[in-house]
């Protein structure tokens, strides 16, 4: 059994001076004041103790893609958000050649099966079927129509891993699509130019997320409310939020908060390979992008290309902007595993898997607990 403590242990029936046990991978028990007996495995101290983090759409981090080609570069992006406190993510492939795609999922479960990216636990495939007017950073040449058989050949090669995909729902058959695979796969609405009733039709087909949300999409006009319109107003969605100040004014991340509520935000962290890395031009195999002062863009160009943020730091952010430590859990676990069904995760009880992370009063992070194995500690 191990111990993990500190003045502020957040859990769904609120904040606890306390500490919680950890026994065969799980929490076994929760109480307030001092442990019971022995040491702490973590100890906090004056700091918080949180679910582990939960990212539904992530590319990349530390010089690596996961999309690359290499399985060595995906347990290299897995590693990185596992040490930065990412206990569970969804594996972000972009918009390439469908062969390209396929090889990418075939790399991605081949490394989750050798148990070398222990926190990956779906993949998102972000297109092909995206809109070319709002394709972002995705490859022109790459967008694809909305086909059955392209989508059968996706889900065949991840072997049963969960699967996220966005889709454009304003596209020829996407709705049908929807419809047809809503119940294998979670439909996300994005890289869109839809209409107010063309984003509804999409839901009520069966999408129950939007990618980032307000990007790769209309802005929110007072006479065609397009899809963000209809995701802030439709209870059926979530949506994903990328709170890094470069995809979102602050003042806007807490306006849709406040909009949708603290249960259907999902913070993510859209991050690209330049995650980890320093500000100036990298060169990866996709795609050349310059870093400034944290923003990744297409070099030469004012398109966003992805993000270099941790969701530690996502939360974080949350919490300064005035989002109390319940509500900034849910927007950075627990919503995100009740959305892809991981019942066992995203929120500090009795009997749900032993992911942990604990963080110093600045809200950096301390240690990682994944599965009740202490990973990494800091300072």
Known sequence: ??????????????????????????????????????????????????????????????????????????AVVARGHLAAGTTSMFASIATMPPEAMLRAADDILAVVRAGEAPNIVGVHFEGPFLSARRR??????????????????????????????TIAPELPRATELIATYADRVIFALGHSDATFDEGVAGIDAGARLVTHAFNAMPPLDHRHPGLVGAALTDPRVRIELIADGHHLHDTVLSFAVSAVGPSRGILVTDASAAAGLSDGDHDFPDRLVTVRDGRVSLRGTPTLAGSTLRLAAAHARMIRLGTSAEDAVRLSSTNASALVGLADRGALRVGARADVVALDPELRVTAVVHGGRLLSTVG
């Open 1 to 74: 059994m191990s111990v993990i403590r500190a003045r502020h242990v957040v859990t769904p029936d609120g904040i606890v001076d306390g500490w919680l046990r950890t026994d065969g991978g799980a929490i076994v028990e929760i109480g307030r004041g001092d442990p019971p007996s022995g040491p702490a495995l973590v100890d906090a101290g004056d700091g918080w103790v949180v679910p582990g983090f939960v990212d539904l759409h992530c590319h990349g981090g530390d010089g690596a893609s996961l999309y690359s080609g290499t399985r060595e570069d995906v």
């Open 136 to 165: 972002g950073a995705q490859q022109e040449s790459a967008l694809q129509l909305p086909s059955a058989e392209l989508l059968d050949e996706l889900l065949e090669r991840v072997g049963g891993l969960p699967v996220i995909m």
